[in-house]
Antibody
């Protein structure tokens, strides 16, 4: 069955960096686009970034453009989110999600807290 | 950029009643519209994609309709496990990709 497992969250100071990972299993990873979506606890969902199955096409929300980088390693069935110059407003649960007929499978999320 | 709005913000329904949730896009999104259900402490779950197609394993009491800018999610006979937040979502299936979520509708027990 399809499984997505995020890791790498934690507490980090403003201005520092953090790298999230999402390990995928149960499907042919290289054939699917992958997203990161975040959610401030108790608030709504915000799309962050997408990387398409070829790996060359990557797009970002304006709120993270220039600070976050999405990448994938098809040999390891993993997608990453490198987050630099973190701000307090980046505090959220970060989910990875597969694109297939919309975002059909999601991980359980990893919490990132940006605080001094 | 497409902006999604949802109404009402909160819908109070009794079990067994029908629930109708609305979603509007600021410009046409064709049928690239999905609905998600989210319960506390859980990831969103895909209910509907392509505006009207139920995702795998979703009960028939959930139905979606609409195209262009106006969409509706209907729960025909609300069950206790359906109390949750529902988000509509505009998505793309190819590059470059546009992904936008509505603010959500909370369905609670009247």
């Amino acid at each position: 069955q399809v499984q997505l497992l995020e890791s790498g969250g934690g507490v980090v100071q403003p201005g520092r960096s953090l790298r999230l990972s999402c390990a995928a299993s149960g499907f042919s990873f290289s054939n699917y686009g992958m997203n990161w979506v975040r959610q401030v606890p108790g608030k709504g969902l915000e799309w962050v970034a997408v990387i398409w199955n070829g790996g060359g096409d990557r797009y970002y929300a304006d709120s993270v453009k220039g600070r976050f980088t999405i990448s994938r390693d098809n040999s390891k069935n993993t997608v990453h989110l490198q987050m630099d110059s973190l701000r307090a407003e980046d505090t959220a649960i970060y989910y990875c999600a597969r694109i297939h007929r919309a975002l059909d499978y999601w991980g359980q999320g990893t919490l990132v807290t940006v605080s001094s | 950029e497409v902006v999604m709005t949802q109404s009402p913000a909160t819908l109070s329904v009794s079990p067994g009643e029908r629930a109708t949730l609305s979603c509007r896009a600021s410009q046409s999104v064709s049928v690239n519209l999905a609905w998600f259900q989210q319960k506390p402490g859980q990831a969103p779950r895909l209910l509907i994609y392509g505006a009207s197609t139920r995702a795998t394993g979703i009960p028939a009491r959930f139905s979606g309709s609409g195209s262009g800018t106006e969409f509706t999610l209907t729960i025909s006979s609300l069950q206790s496990e359906d109390f949750a937040i529902y988000y509509c979502h505009h998505y793309s299936n190819r590059p470059p990709g546009e992904f936008t979520f509505g603010p959500g509708t909370t369905v609670d027990n009247k």
